[in-house]
């Protein structure tokens, strides 16, 4: 009797694990970032950081952050930041800050961003401005990021 109840004990404990997993999975991480994404987002650019596909894009004027995770149940769309953007304050041709996003797998993801309000400034003097070998600008947006180690 004692393992019966021990069996049905751990049947409802995989059913209560089961339920706890509300992720909704896609066949192709093509399908995960179109469903992931936002419908006004644009300047979409992906990343490949420490085994993670790190996705960066701008919404409304501020810069998203996400990770597509890969399992065996395809593939997974997961954003655990808020957007982050700027207002031009002030006379400044650009600025930066800068957050750490974690992807669904728990990798780490030091970001540094910025926006560009000076239309003559191009994305190499910003590069060289905050010492950086690689920054990335999103398509014609005035955002950009970089990737820190």
């Given amino acids: 009797m004692k393992s019966f109840k021990t069996m049905v004990l751990g049947i409802c404990l995989a059913f209560t694990l089961a339920a ?38 701008e919404y409304e004027g501020a810069l998203g952050a996400a990770s597509i ?23 400044l041709p650009y600025t930066t800050g800068s957050f750490t996003f974690e992807a669904e797998a728990g990798v780490e993801v030091a970001i540094l961003y910025g926006a560009i309000f000076d239309s003559t400034m191009e994305i190499n003097e910003v590069a060289s401005r905050e010492e950086l070998t690689e920054v990335t600008r999103l398509d014609e947006s005035n955002l950009f990021y970089s990737l820190l180690e």
């Fill in 69 to 91: 995770t890969e399992s065996e149940k395809g593939y997974h769309w997961y954003r655990s930041v808020p957007y982050h953007g700027f207002e031009n304050t002030g006379d």
């Fill in 20 to 57: 706890c997993d509300q992720a909704v999975w896609y066949d192709t991480k093509e399908e995960a970032m179109e469903n992931g994404l936002e419908d006004k987002a644009s300047g979409v650019t992906v990343e490949e950081y420490k085994g993670e596909r790190i996705v960066l894009y």
